[in-house]
């Protein structure tokens, strides 16, 4: 169902996920409409908008660039933005999460982005996995946000669990999610919420490498000693 954000006007916004169902992330779904605006302050919470379509101008304090598909905006707390001039249906997604800074590391700054740009170096060591890192693999990001694609028939080396929860929008292709040993037929569009601790594998299937783009939290100590 839509929601209605302060500041985001003239679209549809879908809350796929949030501090509601349990998550510490938020991920939004934005689907834009004539005359849509996007603007707000990230006070406490860092923002991270990535154009899957479309095209709209991005504005912060000091930066104004046009976004197309398959570009981004990483909005640091504290900082005002301001998204417009939307070409009708564009899509967006957008990852959010309260940023807990770390002693002796200075606040990240604004970045812009474009995936296209970002090396794709085979993950483990197998050619049909690809990963690209779209943020700074520094300690002042306690977030990161990565595209994973996948070849037809490419699959996880293993059955993954850990402390970071993930966030995933599904940008191309299909395949089989494994989650705590339930199996998920998987396409373009569809989004899924891990919790710390799920037991997670993946297979691409199809004709077409599987592309998504996901969520984790990084960086910082596991407990709150």
């Given at each position: 169902?839509?929601?209605?954000?302060?500041?985001?006007?003239?679209?549809?916004?879908?809350?796929?996920?949030?501090?509601?169902?349990?998550?510490?992330?938020?991920?939004?779904?934005?689907?834009?409409?004539?005359?849509?605006?996007?603007?707000?302050?990230?006070?406490?919470?860092?923002?991270?908008?990535?154009?899957?379509?479309?095209?709209?101008?991005?504005?912060?304090?000091?930066?104004?660039?046009?976004?197309?598909?398959?570009?981004?905006?990483?909005?640091?707390?504290?900082?005002?933005?301001?998204?417009?001039?939307?070409?009708?249906?564009?899509?967006?997604?957008?990852?959010?999460?309260?940023?807990?800074?770390?002693?002796?590391?200075?606040?990240?700054?604004?970045?812009?982005?474009?995936?296209?740009?970002?090396?794709?170096?085979?993950?483990?060591?197998?050619?049909?996995?690809?990963?690209?890192?779209?943020?700074?693999?520094?300690?002042?990001?306690d977030m990161a946000v990565n595209i994973?694609?996948?070849?037809?028939?490419?699959?996880?080396?293993?059955?993954?669990?850990?402390?970071?929860?993930?966030?995933?929008?599904?940008?191309?292709?299909?395949?089989?999610?494994?989650?705590?040993?339930?199996?998920?037929?998987?396409?373009?569009?569809?989004?899924?919420?891990?919790?710390?601790?799920?037991?997670?594998?993946?297979?691409?299937?199809?004709?077409?490498?599987?592309?998504?783009?996901?969520?984790?939290?990084?960086?910082?100590?596991?407990?709150?000693?």
């Amino acid at each position: 169902m839509n929601s209605v954000v302060p500041g985001w006007t003239h679209c549809k916004v879908n809350v796929i996920i949030n501090e509601q169902m349990g998550a510490r992330l938020g991920q939004t779904l934005i689907t834009a409409e004539k005359d849509c605006i996007i603007a707000g302050d990230t006070e406490t919470a860092q923002i991270f908008f990535y154009v899957i379509s479309g095209q709209c101008t991005a504005k912060t304090a000091t930066q104004t660039k046009v976004l197309s598909g398959g570009q981004f905006l990483y909005v640091p707390s504290g900082h005002p933005y301001r998204l417009d001039q939307f070409s009708e249906s564009t899509q967006i997604v957008t990852f959010h999460k309260v940023y807990e800074k770390l002693p002796g590391h200075n606040h990240p700054s604004v970045i812009f982005g474009d995936a296209s740009t970002v090396p794709g170096p085979a993950f483990l060591g197998d050619p049909a996995l690809r990963l690209q890192v779209l943020l700074p693999e520094d300690l002042s990001f306690d977030m990161a946000v990565n595209i994973f694609t996948y070849d037809p028939g490419g699959h996880l080396p293993f059955v993954e669990t850990h402390i970071m929860e993930h966030g995933l929008l599904y940008l191309q292709g299909q395949g089989v999610y494994m989650l705590d040993q339930e199996w998920y037929p998987v396409k373009k569009g569809d989004a899924i919420w891990m919790a710390p601790y799920c037991r997670q594998w993946f297979t691409a299937m199809g004709k077409e490498p599987a592309v998504y783009i996901y969520y984790k939290n990084v960086n910082r100590f596991p407990t709150t000693l």
